[in-house]
């Protein structure tokens, strides 16, 4: 018995070291120019403005698809675009909310389709690698800690025999990177860019019971406690691709208006845009879809009487 509580001992002991090396030895190296480390940024500008304010929450489609800046004088109201990654996952995103909202804020939610509840946790622990608070916001895994320390420390062996090439150096600033936004959270690095050829992200929906739903029902009660108004938006995306995945969400569409217990503000087809509206996948739209769809919202808004 003794052997093996030793055993079991040692073998914890070095998971927590390996743990403790992959937060020190991530920390060190990552460079704040990644595209995540703009949460920083996004969480500086939350914390300094005074409530009410605008809140937009949601993935990329939001950070590369409004303009904050054109809300914000439109409707008087201080606006803050969360929208980062729909890889980090609706429960991030809401739990990123729940430490951010005060009384009398407005959240537009605006996930992409059928947006998945964990997400990725190697990007959830390198954007909290970048902004600690988002620790907060997702549960630390043990063993996948571990798994990236081992991928981590191969990677770093294996640079050891590579040739080192000079880097040059550019003053053009990278679309994902954390200098691609301005003040609000919108991404306006690639607004002068040329559209991509081919646009990436092209996927076909297997309808399903979007757990989603009860999440951001979850979510409503814990807004409404602190007197938040939340309401939801379908996003932004290619036509072609909502042709080919009409049922899934129209389906999902229902699955909303039956269930949900926040305002929906739009139809799927509102947001709907053809290639030449997209800067690179089928929710990023370029400075002209970007203008678009901002106009619109600002009418949906106003026709929905929502108040700020």
């Known amino acids: 018995m003794n052997k093996f509580i030793y055993k079991s001992l040692c073998f914890f002991g070095i998971i927590f070291i390996a743990i403790l090396g992959i937060n020190l030895s991530e920390k060190k190296n990552e460079k704040l120019s990644n595209y995540t480390a703009a949460i920083i940024y996004k969480h500086s500008r939350i914390e300094k403005i005074k409530s009410p304010k605008l809140i937009l929450a949601g993935g990329s489609n939001l950070a590369f698809g409004i303009d904050s800046g054109k809300l914000e004088k439109e409707f008087s109201i201080p606006v803050v675009n969360l929208g980062l990654h729909a890889s980090l996952g609706l429960s991030f995103m809401l739990e990123e909310l729940k430490h951010s909202i005060k009384v009398g804020d407005v959240v537009l939610l605006s996930p992409e389709y059928f947006l998945e509840k964990n997400g990725d946790y190697r990007l959830k622990k390198k954007t909290s690698n970048f902004y600690k608070e988002a620790e907060l916001y997702y549960s630390s895994n043990l063993f996948d800690d571990f798994n990236i320390y081992l991928e981590n420390t191969n990677v770093k062996y294996k640079g050891l025999f590579k040739k080192v090439e000079i880097e040059n150096k550019s ?11 301005n003040k609000y959270g919108d991404v306006i690095a690639h607004l002068d860019k040329v559209n991509s050829k081919e646009l990436s992200g092209k996927e076909y929906f297997e309808y399903r019971y979007w757990e989603g739903i009860d999440q951001i029902n979850e979510f409503d ?6 007197n938040v108004k939340v309401y939801y938006l379908f996003p932004d995306f290619l036509k072609s691709e909502y042709v080919n995945n009409r049922k899934a969400i129209t389906q999902l569409e229902s699955d909303l208006k039956n269930n949900l217990t926040i305002p929906i503000l739009n139809k799927p087809t509102d947001f709907l845009f053809t290639d030449g509206f997209f ?17 619109k919202l600002i009418v949906i808004l106003k026709n929905n009487k929502i108040i700020f």
């Open 221 to 226: 009660n814990y807004a409404k406690k602190k």
């Open 279 to 295: 800067y690179d996948t089928v929710y990023h739209l370029n400075k002209k879809g970007r203008n678009e769809r901002t106009n």
């Open 171 to 181: 003053t053009e600033i990278k679309v994902y990177s954390r200098e691609a936004f």
